[in-house]
């Protein structure tokens, strides 16, 4: 493979594989798809933060240097279409899609999630957790609507393409949350709210069960199996 410089490559899988979307790219084409896509476009992204490949290959970019999360199509690789402008002051985004075609889409420092709408993105994103107007930080309760309430840091975000449901990891709490496609109302489903260093392993496995009585400390990464298992 001899398109994208070593290192860089590395450091895009490494995100992929942290971001849970070795399997996204294992059944659209694996790495000489990621490559083609990206081999157009190495002078104009600078700084990558978050990268998500669709079931249509398409592949999705947030460059937070640019402030842009951006639309590569595989049926035309050599385009790079903004498909949202990001706030300056945002470090840190992470990228997920589900079936419908919409891109979600996570901004830790602001404290929300949103979403836009790949048939027209022209109109903005659509604000599904925290508040649009503030990046106040805080902790909605269990059962609640999240959208226009205080969220506190989310990071790493997946959503489950058959419920549709969003799982992200909120890291000012330490808990993996979910919010239901239904009705916009989050749960905590591993986590106590409180942050403690943990001293019963690195890694969890969640077998379509919580652990709502467990606290964590420094969480990384999120995958959602197409069981309901969460890692």
Same mark, same amino acid.
């Given at each position: 493979?001899?398109? /994208?410089?070593?290192?860089?490559?590395?450091?895009?899988?490494?995100?992929?594989?942290?971001?849970?979307?070795?399997?996204?790219?294992?059944?659209?084409?694996?790495?000489?798809?990621?490559?083609?896509?990206? $081999?157009?476009?190495? #002078?104009?992204?600078?700084?990558?933060?978050?990268?998500?490949?669709?079931?249509? *290959?398409?592949?999705?970019?947030?460059?937070?240097? $640019?402030?842009?999360?951006?639309?590569? =199509? =595989? +049926?035309?690789?050599?385009?790079?279409?903004?498909?949202?402008?990001?706030?300056?002051?945002?470090?840190?985004?992470?990228?997920?899609?589900?079936?419908?075609?919409? /891109?979600?889409?996570?901004?830790?420092?602001?404290?929300?999630? #949103?979403?836009?709408?790949?048939?027209?993105?022209? #109109?903005?994103?659509?604000?599904?957790?925290?508040? *649009?107007? =503030? $990046?106040?930080? +805080?902790?909605? $309760?269990?059962?609640?609507?999240?959208?226009?309430?205080?969220?506190?840091?989310?990071?790493?975000?997946?959503?489950?393409? *058959?419920? *549709?449901?969003?799982?992200?990891?909120?890291?000012?709490?330490?808990?993996? @949350?979910?919010? =239901?496609?239904?009705?916009? @109302?989050?749960?905590?489903?591993?986590?106590?709210?409180?942050?403690? #260093?943990?001293?019963?392993?690195?890694?969890?496995?969640?077998?379509?069960?919580?652990?709502?009585?467990?606290?964590?400390?420094?969480?990384?990464?999120?995958?959602?199996?197409?069981? +309901?298992?969460?890692?």
């Amino acid at each position: 493979m001899t398109g /994208l410089p070593t290192v860089l490559l590395v450091s895009f899988l490494c995100q992929l594989w942290y971001l849970g979307r070795a399997v996204s790219l294992s059944q659209s084409g694996g790495l000489l798809e990621l490559e083609r896509l990206l $081999a157009h476009h190495r #002078q104009e992204i600078k700084s990558i933060s978050s990268i998500w490949m669709s079931h249509d *290959q398409d592949l999705f970019i947030a460059d937070i240097k $640019a402030s842009k999360i951006y639309h590569v =199509s =595989s +049926g035309s690789p050599e385009s790079l279409v903004v498909l949202a402008q990001l706030e300056p002051d945002e470090k840190a985004v992470s990228l997920s899609g589900d079936n419908d075609g919409n /891109l979600y889409y996570s901004e830790f420092l602001l404290n929300r999630i #949103q979403k836009v709408l790949l048939c027209c993105a022209e #109109q903005g994103s659509i604000l599904v957790a925290g508040k *649009q107007s =503030s $990046a106040e930080q +805080g902790f909605t $309760a269990d059962g609640e609507i999240i959208r226009n309430k205080a969220m506190s840091h989310p990071s790493d975000i997946f959503i489950d393409q *058959q419920s *549709q449901d969003i799982y992200y990891l909120e890291v000012g709490v330490c808990s993996i @949350r979910r919010i =239901s496609s239904e009705d916009g @109302r989050v749960y905590t489903i591993a986590g106590t709210g409180y942050c403690e #260093q943990s001293t019963s392993g690195d890694y969890l496995v969640l077998t379509r069960g919580m652990a709502t009585s467990r606290s964590f400390f420094d969480l990384k990464g999120l995958f959602v199996n197409s069981y +309901g298992d969460v890692y």
